[in-house]
């Protein structure tokens, strides 16, 4: 029984995230009715297979939602219909990004640049550039999936030295880097999502949220010096002795050509999501998983390796999806509660409130609270997807006096926040796995100095651009 529910879960969401691509370009109500009963079979068949509490979030959103329906007097039905593909658009980019990881992982890119660049990084200030900049760009691939292949590919650099100096001074390269990354890298979901939403340039707030990311990482070197300095230690002197014995494994001819491979493909994969945006006239949420699809079958087709993709698909489909069941579930669950809130008066309700901080607290307005929405659902263990589709998927029917890329950026910030020092999130999470620390000394003891020196520059930022607009 138990195999055929999971062959049924993946069943259901391969069909969800088919039909949502077909009824884009051909809308068809029989097929969206079709695409609702999945999503409805796809959320049972993972309420059974996974423990009661393992699904408290996914449950409590529907159950809110549907209680939100009673209330307002709206049909349950029609409910349920829009509520379970109003998601539809994210669950769908969430199918095809991992795909994006069977490219990644099929040569040594990552180690070839490293041993290449390691003339350059030769000291701890370095270093910690290195791992976190890279690292911003393995997230464009791999997510939050970077973390623990940087984390050990940085072992393997340093060798196995181990103690607090150390492990915080890795530990904080990579979680700042990957939090940084949540405001600008355009195949990070929530990102997408909030661009998406908001109706905010990608331009603009890609640009925007990489000159934050700079700030970001330019004060992170900045905190690893002086807290290297507070533990009293010489990390240049472990690195440099460990590089040079551990970084001479690979021909430098070799390391020349996977690094780039990977820059082309880096440049082929970034620059037609912005081309086709550009020209076609399609939501990003759509362009950015068939550029996925078409820039995945190319590489192995150009490769030769079509054998390879097919294993990749088969286990994917099979299995890959099944674990992401969870995070599925709790999308819907995030639809069914918008749809429902978006058939009362919520959204008078917010401008009443954003209105009334204006007018109580003269100078302050409802940016500066923003980010703090996202970080204290951050502290209730709700992932940055997650609340991007609560807060962004109830701000993009209000009108805000603001404009679009600022209040993506206010969201983002809470993000960057949230990850850096929520010790129930999944960065932080993972990176206890990998070094065995607790996630209140991973998050909150190592960072929150510098959640709290960020927060405030982004919000100088805000501020700034906020005057400047009105």
């Given at each position: 029984?138990?195999?055929?529910?999971?062959?049924?879960?993946?069943?259901?969401?391969?069909?969800?995230?088919?039909?949502?691509?077909?009824?884009?370009?051909?809308?068809?109500?029989?097929?969206?009715?079709?695409?609702?009963?999945?999503?409805?079979?796809?959320?049972?068949?993972?309420?059974?297979?996974?423990?009661?509490?393992?699904?408290?979030?996914?449950?409590?959103?529907?159950?809110?939602?549907?209680?939100?329906?009673?209330?307002?007097?709206?049909?349950?039905?029609?409910?349920?219909?829009?509520?379970?593909?109003?998601?539809?658009?994210i669950?769908?980019?969430?199918?095809?990004?991992?795909?994006?990881?069977?490219?990644?992982?099929?040569?040594?890119?990552?180690?070839?640049?490293?041993?290449?660049?390691?003339?350059?990084?030769?000291?701890?200030?370095?270093?910690?550039?290195?791992?976190?900049?890279?690292?911003?760009?393995?997230?464009?691939?791999?997510?939050?999936?970077?973390i623990?292949?940087?984390?050990?590919?940085?072992?393997?650099?340093?060798?196995?030295?181990?103690?607090?100096?150390?492990?915080?001074?890795?530990g904080?390269?990579?979680?700042?880097?990957?939090?940084?990354?949540?405001?600008w890298?355009?195949?990070?979901?929530?990102?997408?999502?909030?661009?998406?939403?908001?109706?905010?340039?990608?331009?603009?707030?890609?640009?925007?949220?990489?000159f934050?990311s700079?700030?970001?990482?330019?004060?992170?070197?900045?905190?690893?010096?002086?807290?290297?300095?507070?533990?009293?230690?010489?990390?240049?002197?472990?690195?440099?002795?460990?590089?040079?014995?551990?970084?001479?494994?690979?021909?430098?001819?070799?390391?020349?050509?996977?690094?780039?491979?990977?820059?082309?493909?880096?440049?082929?994969?970034?620059?037609?999501?912005?081309?086709?945006?550009?020209?076609?006239?399609?939501?990003?949420?759509?362009?950015?998983?068939?550029?996925?699809?078409?820039?995945?079958?190319?590489?192995?087709?150009?490769?030769?390796?079509?054998?390879?993709?097919?294993d990749?698909?088969?286990t994917?489909?099979?299995?890959?999806?099944?674990?992401?069941?969870?995070?599925?579930?709790?999308?819907?669950?995030?639809?069914?509660?918008?749809?429902?809130?978006?058939?009362?008066?919520?959204?008078?309700?917010?401008?009443?409130?954003?209105?009334?901080?204006?007018e109580?607290?003269?100078?302050?307005?409802?940016?500066?609270?923003?980010?703090?929405?996202?970080?204290?659902?951050?502290?209730?263990g709700?992932?940055?997807?997650?609340?991007?589709?609560?807060?962004?998927?109830?701000?993009?029917?209000?009108?805000?006096?603001?404009?679009?890329?600022?209040?993506?950026?206010?969201?983002?910030?809470?993000?960057?926040?949230?990850?850096?020092?929520?010790?129930?999130?999944?960065?932080?999470?993972?990176?206890?796995?990998?070094?065995?620390?607790s996630g209140?000394?991973?998050?909150?003891?190592?960072?929150?100095?510098?959640?709290?020196?960020f927060?405030?520059?982004?919000?100088?930022?805000i501020?700034?651009?906020?005057?400047?607009?009105?």
């Open positions: 029984m138990y195999t055929y529910m999971r062959w049924g879960l993946s069943a259901s969401i391969t069909l969800y995230a088919l039909l949502h691509f077909i009824t884009y370009f051909y809308p068809s109500e029989f097929l969206l009715h079709i695409e609702a009963v999945s999503g409805l079979f796809l959320f049972v068949l993972a309420a059974l297979l996974l423990s009661f509490t393992k699904f408290k979030l996914p449950l409590f959103l529907v159950g809110t939602g549907l209680i939100i329906l009673i209330l307002s007097d709206t049909s349950i039905i029609d409910g349920l219909r829009n509520g379970m593909i109003l998601m539809r658009d669950i769908g980019l969430l199918v095809i990004i991992p795909m994006i990881s069977w490219v990644l992982n099929t040569e040594p890119y990552i180690e070839s640049i490293m041993r290449a660049s390691y003339r350059f990084i030769n000291t701890s200030r370095k270093m910690y550039i290195g791992i976190a900049s890279f690292t911003q760009v393995i997230a464009y691939f791999l997510l939050f999936g970077s623990p292949m940087m984390y050990q590919f940085v072992n393997k650099m340093i060798g196995n030295h181990h103690g607090e100096p150390l492990e915080r001074f890795k904080t390269a990579l979680v700042r880097s990957f939090a940084l990354s949540t405001i890298v355009v195949t990070i979901p929530s990102f997408i999502y909030a661009v998406e939403a908001l109706d905010a340039s990608l331009w603009l707030s890609i640009i925007q949220g990489f934050i700079l700030c970001g990482l330019t004060v992170a070197v900045l905190f690893s010096y002086f807290e290297e300095k507070k533990y009293g230690v010489h990390l240049t002197e472990i690195i440099n002795k460990e590089m040079k014995d551990t970084l001479h494994e690979t021909p430098e001819y070799e390391q020349a050509n996977k690094t780039g491979e990977f820059m082309i493909l880096f440049i082929t994969l970034f620059g037609s999501i912005f081309i086709l945006h550009e020209l076609w006239s399609v939501d990003l949420m759509v362009i950015v998983p068939l550029v996925v699809i078409v820039w995945t079958f190319a590489y192995f087709i150009v490769k030769k390796r079509t054998g390879k993709l097919a990749e698909a088969k994917y489909f099979s299995k890959g999806v099944v674990n992401q069941s969870y995070q599925f579930s709790v999308m819907l669950g995030a639809g069914m509660m918008i749809y429902s809130l978006n058939q009362t008066g919520f959204e008078d309700a917010v401008i009443f409130g954003v209105e009334f901080i204006q109580s607290l003269p100078g302050m307005n409802f940016l500066y609270f923003l980010p703090f929405i996202v970080i204290i659902l951050g502290f209730l709700l992932g940055p997807l997650t609340v991007m589709v609560l807060v962004a998927g109830i701000l993009q029917n209000i009108s805000l006096p603001y404009p679009p890329e600022i209040i993506v950026l206010a969201i983002t910030s809470g993000s960057v926040v949230s990850i850096l020092i929520s010790p129930l999130l999944m960065p932080n999470i993972i990176l206890s796995g990998q070094n065995g620390m209140f000394k991973n998050g909150i003891q190592f960072n929150l100095a510098y959640a709290i020196v927060y405030i520059l982004v919000q100088i930022y501020q700034t651009m906020v005057l400047i607009w009105f």
